[in-house]
């Protein structure tokens, strides 16, 4: 019999949960990931939630890819890469991936949450320093927590895009043996991106180590998608990028981190992520190699991303909403508490539009928000009629007149 007491507290939990109204409940859909869904019990829904950014997850080439990788390699190794074999499609996609994000060499993880916490762990060593920005991802922050359990390294946080900050808790760890600065590329709850000009000059006046997760950029930053770096004319010059498959490269799962083949080979040898769990399974594999691929042929589906955030940006402040400033398809309206971030999503998605509020503890509390996504896959049509469903249930709630 499972431990009653236990269940009970759980149980009552979750019934506190449901009272305080920020209950989350999920949302069953019977069709591909796309601007358009089959949502079960409601039908056809306008997504404006996904990270979907390229509108490559329904992307027929990517499909087949995926299919044809199942095909060849089967479901997958049955074990680490190590002890029984790598596919060649990993080798294949970890190329391709750092020739797209500008560095020598990548390795593939089964999430970029894994790629993360597995590069902190391994590379970091009892005294050296890790400083953070405040609003970064929380994969970012529990593998500096498990570094520093590990290890007994130095962490600190600086304030959200304080380079001042930064300085002064960098020059407080002169002493220690290495330093790295761990940020965001774009801020997923802000939309906001990094300055990382001034990140990589503070880095070369304190000898630190920038390590950038652009799991938000990569696809969607720069001429040609290939991230943050390329969106400020930096390409090649960070010295670590992690980021995602799961997101705009094709939307299934896995992460990687690219940097010099020193620390890929590194990372191969210690990481415990890759010692001790299976690769990505070679269909993912293949599929975000196809991803890769297409959106190095076509960079106007990048251009179509742009003009389309920029077109919902400026429609939303029109109608009297006031997103947080930014240029990336992350377009977030602020309403205060948790409840009336999960209420505004209820009742949009009653219109059709499925739409995701974050409350605490993702975000801080009192900072909770409606968070829009934008995709390449949208038509003007889908984005009037996200905008309609807006303005009518902002005037519900007394958000816009």
Same mark, same amino acid.
């Given at each position: ?6 269940? !009970? ?11 305080? !109204?920020?209950? +989350? ?32 997850? *329904?992307?027929?080439?990517?499909? *087949?890819?995926?299919? =044809? ?7 997958? @190794? ?21 020739? %797209? ?18 590069? @902190? ?6 005294? #050296? %320093? ?21 290890? +007994? ?15 002064? !808790? ?5 002493? =220690? ?6 940020? *965001? ?12 000009? *001034?990140?990589?000059?503070? =880095?070369?006046?304190?000898?630190? $180590? ?12 720069? +001429? ?24 705009? /490269? ?23 992520? &890759? ?29 179509? /991303? ?8 400026? &429609? ?13 398809? $992350?377009?977030?309206? $602020?309403?205060?508490? @948790? ?18 509020? %974050? ?21 003007? #049509?889908?984005?009037?009629?996200? /905008? ?6 902002? =005037?519900?709630?007394? $958000?816009?007149?």
């Amino acid at each position: 019999m499972p431990n009653e007491s236990f269940t !009970k507290s759980l149980e009552q939990t979750i019934e506190q949960l449901k009272r305080d !109204k920020v209950y +989350k409940r999920l949302n069953y859909l019977d069709s591909p990931q796309s601007a358009r869904v089959r949502m079960e019990g409601r039908g056809d829904v306008l997504i404006l939630s996904s990270n979907n950014y390229l509108g490559l997850a *329904d992307e027929p080439t990517v499909i *087949d890819a995926g299919i =044809a990788g199942l095909r060849r390699f089967g479901a997958g @190794t049955a074990s680490v890469r190590f002890i029984c074999g790598t596919f060649t499609i990993h080798r294949d996609l970890e190329n391709a991936l750092a020739r %797209f994000v500008g560095t020598e060499s990548s390795l593939s993880f089964v999430s970029a949450w894994n790629a993360n916490e597995g590069l @902190t762990a391994t590379v970091v060593e009892t005294g #050296d %320093f890790v400083v953070s920005d405040a609003l970064n991802h929380a994969s970012i922050i529990d593998s500096m927590r498990l570094a520093k359990a590990i290890t +007994k390294c130095t962490t600190a946080v600086y304030q959200h895009g304080d380079l001042d900050d930064l300085r002064a !808790k960098l020059a407080e760890a002169k002493g =220690a043996k290495r330093r790295l600065i761990w940020t *965001d590329g774009v801020f997923s709850m802000e939309g906001s991106i990094c300055k990382l000009p *001034d990140l990589l000059q503070i =880095a070369r006046d304190h000898d630190a $180590i920038v390590v950038m997760d652009d799991s938000h950029a990569t696809g969607v930053l720069g +001429k040609t998608g290939r991230g943050t770096a390329e969106h400020f004319g930096l390409l090649g010059e960070v010295d670590i990028i992690t980021s995602t498959l799961g997101k705009a /490269l094709g939307g299934a799962a896995g992460g990687f981190v690219a940097g010099s083949a020193a620390l890929t080979d590194y990372l191969t040898q210690r990481a415990r992520p &890759q010692l001790f769990s299976n690769a990505l399974p070679p269909t993912v594999a293949a599929s975000a190699l196809a991803a890769v691929q297409f959106t190095e042929a076509h960079p106007e589906r990048v251009e179509a /991303l742009r003009e389309n955030s920029r077109y919902f940006r400026e &429609q939303l402040i029109e109608a009297g909403f006031k997103p947080l400033a930014g240029e990336t398809p $992350i377009i977030p309206i $602020i309403v205060g508490e @948790t409840a009336a971030a999960i209420q505004m999503s209820d009742l949009l998605l009653e219109q059709g539009v499925f739409v995701t509020g %974050f409350g605490f503890p993702v975000v801080p509390q009192g900072q909770a928000r409606v968070r829009c996504q934008i995709s390449a896959s949208h038509t003007r #049509d889908d984005l009037d009629r996200a /905008l309609d469903a807006f303005k009518r249930v902002g =005037a519900q709630l007394g $958000i816009v007149r």
